[in-house]
């Protein structure tokens, strides 16, 4: 009987030793494993750096989705100088006002010029929106990531990007209002007190949708042959190309154009106009002029059922009738 149990327990010390020792090489192949595999993505990595694979990996960083506006982000078109601009501009509109509601604890009202009164006989006073901290934020929360770009690739995109969101900023900047407040007897405005006041952000994005209008487009012209020029005479052309582009910090840039939108594209993230619905009487953005590219369009008739002449009948249900309408209906070909 002694016996039996002390083979019994030599086995389990065995079996024991053996899977304590099976567990020990697994974790020394895995961790040779894991050094082996390190070292060949650190080669790999050496590798591409600086060679198509790293070019192939930066423009697919470049190129992001489609944001259901039919414009790809990666684009350097009119649309995505807008998208930047527009996307700055809300940071700034939405830190500033939440500085002045005091739902941030890092800022409150622009208290700069409180009390201070002026030639006209009005002081500052109430709670100017403080769009200095606004700004700051917005310059390192949006334009971080594309200054570290341009420091490692110096690409014209990332200075496209950078302008345009200064552009953003720019335009709440130059909207800013300033409301004032009488006071004195029977409403009469012996004081003044006066501060200044962010816009709506509705006015802002219809500022930069003009701007949009406009925005200029930046074109690098390639040179023919290696001709040696003089110093004068490159000195001349370096002012003249610096004053034939000249953007102001409130204007829209780009450096492609704009691609065809009436067409889809399922590369660009385009749906293009054919099916779209729309207006043959209108002349607004919907109509089908405008719409369709001058591609014609269908006309169906559409049959409606719905309730009508509902009344109430006593006691108690609602009594309709059903009309039947026959419209018009305009498709993009």
């Not at 002694?2 to 083979?7: A, L, Q, S, Y």
């Not at 700051?136 to 594309?146: L, M």
Request: hydrophobic share 25%.
């Amino acid at each position: 009987m002694r016996r039996e149990v002390g083979k019994e327990r030599g086995r389990r010390r065995g079996k024991l030793d053996g899977e304590e020792r099976g567990r020990e090489e697994g974790r020394l192949k895995g961790r040779s494993g894991g050094r082996e595999e390190g070292r060949r993505w650190g080669e790999t990595r050496e590798v591409g750096r600086g060679g198509e694979g790293a070019r192939r990996r930066g423009e697919k960083r470049g190129v992001r989705r489609g944001d259901g506006r039919g414009e790809k982000r990666g684009e350097g078109s009119k649309e995505t100088a807008f998208i930047y601009a527009v996307t700055s501009a809300g940071v700034v509109h939405a830190v500033t006002h939440a500085c002045s509601s005091g739902n941030l604890t890092d800022c409150s009202c622009d208290m700069s010029k409180q009390g201070l009164s002026t030639p006209e006989g009005w002081k500052w006073g109430g709670c100017s929106d403080n769009l200095r901290f606004g700004v700051q934020f917005a310059r390192q929360f949006v334009d971080a990531p594309e200054k570290e770009r341009h420091k490692k690739f110096k690409r014209r995109r990332n200075l496209m990007n950078l302008h345009n969101n200064e552009a953003g900023r720019e335009a709440v900047a130059r909207l800013m209002k300033m409301q004032c407040r009488c006071h004195g007897v029977s409403g009469s405005c012996e004081l003044k007190t006066c501060w200044r006041s962010i816009p709506s952000f509705p006015v802002v994005g219809d500022y930069l949708k003009q701007k949009y209008a406009t925005a200029l487009r930046y074109k690098r012209k390639k040179r023919s042959g290696f001709r040696r020029r003089d110093s004068s005479r490159r000195r001349k052309r370096r002012g003249r190309r610096k004053r034939r582009f000249l953007a102001g910090k409130d204007e829209l840039v780009h450096i492609h154009r704009s691609p065809n939108y009436c067409v889809r594209n399922a590369n660009k993230g385009i749906l293009g106009t054919q099916g779209r619905f729309c207006n043959k009487t209108s002349n607004g953005a919907d109509s089908c002029d405008l719409l369709c590219c001058g591609r014609g369009y269908n006309t169906q008739v559409v049959r409606y059922v719905k309730r009508c002449h509902c009344r109430f009948v006593w006691c108690c249900h609602v009594k309709c009738k059903t009309c039947v309408t026959n419209v018009d209906v305009h498709t993009c070909k």
